[in-house]
């Protein structure tokens, strides 16, 4: 079955702090994508992850790619308010076209 | 460069009609794929449309049916609606097949079935 877990689910954050979400996926995939959604918008591309290892960094946001144990990490560096929203990490299963999302994890940054 | 675009933004139904929903694709993309996003939850692909004809569907029943025209753009038809299809529905166009290459995402429509 493809299947994508995020934890945690709900994470709500102090100003300043750190944290790290994590996404767990089924089956083979060497492209994972991680989303930004605020409440009642459309979806925010946020990073493309295309090979085993990679890192992409932009502003606060870091994330990573471990393919061989098919999970990817969206850490948090310095969280401000502007952040809050929720987070979605995606990835193409096997051989097909259709992108699966994890359930998210909706993030409250508070002051 | 027009971006994904999507009409209406919000729309109600009662159950037993049905519904069309618009997307034009991004300039240069020929793969228009659409996503229902229940409230809580991650969306979840319903199909995908390249060079008008579908080229995969997920676990949605007859009742969602779709087109793409030749200027690649897509409806989304759903008919007998029911109180689940409540839903924010999101189109992506891509520039080839969606598992290739990254999808954009329109704005969303906000379907109220009651």
């Known amino acids: 079955e493809l299947k994508v877990e995020q934890n945690p689910l709900f994470l709500s954050m102090q100003e300043g702090k750190n944290y790290t979400i994590y996404c767990n996926y089924s089956?083979?995939?060497?492209?994972l994508y991680w989303y930004r959604q605020d409440p009642g918008k459309s979806l925010e591309s946020l990073f493309v992850?295309?090979?085993?290892?990679a890192v992409k960094q932009e502003g606060r946001l870091m994330a990573s790619l471990d393919t061989k144990a098919r999970l990817s990490t969206l850490h948090i560096t310095a969280a401000v308010h502007d952040l809050s929203a929720t987070y979605f990490c995606?990835?193409?299963?096997?051989?097909?076209?259709?992108?699966?999302f994890g359930t998210g994890t909706l993030l409250a940054v508070q002051p | 460069e027009t971006g994904v675009t999507q009409s209406p933004t919000h729309l109600i139904k009662t159950r037993g009609q049905q519904v069309t929903l618009r997307c034009s694709s991004q300039?240069?993309?020929?793969?228009v794929s659409w996503y229902q996003q229940a409230l809580g939850q991650g969306p979840q692909f319903i199909f995908q449309?390249?060079?008008?004809?579908?080229?995969g569907r997920g676990n949605f029943p007859p009742r969602f049916s779709g087109l793409q025209f030749p200027n690649y753009s897509s409806e989304l038809n759903v008919n007998a609606l029911e109180l689940d299809d409540s839903a924010l529905y999101l189109c992506?166009?891509?520039?080839?097949?969606?598992?290739?290459?990254?999808?954009?995402f329109g704005p969303g429509t906000r379907l109220t079935v009651t």
């Open positions: 300039s240069g993309h020929n793969t």
């Open positions: 449309y390249y060079r008008e004809e579908e080229n």
């Open positions: 995606a990835y193409y299963g096997g051989a097909t076209n259709k992108l699966i």
């Open positions: 089956t083979t995939s060497d492209r």
């Open positions: 992506a166009s891509s520039s080839g097949l969606a598992g290739i290459y990254e999808q954009y």
């Open positions: 992850l295309l090979s085993n290892g």
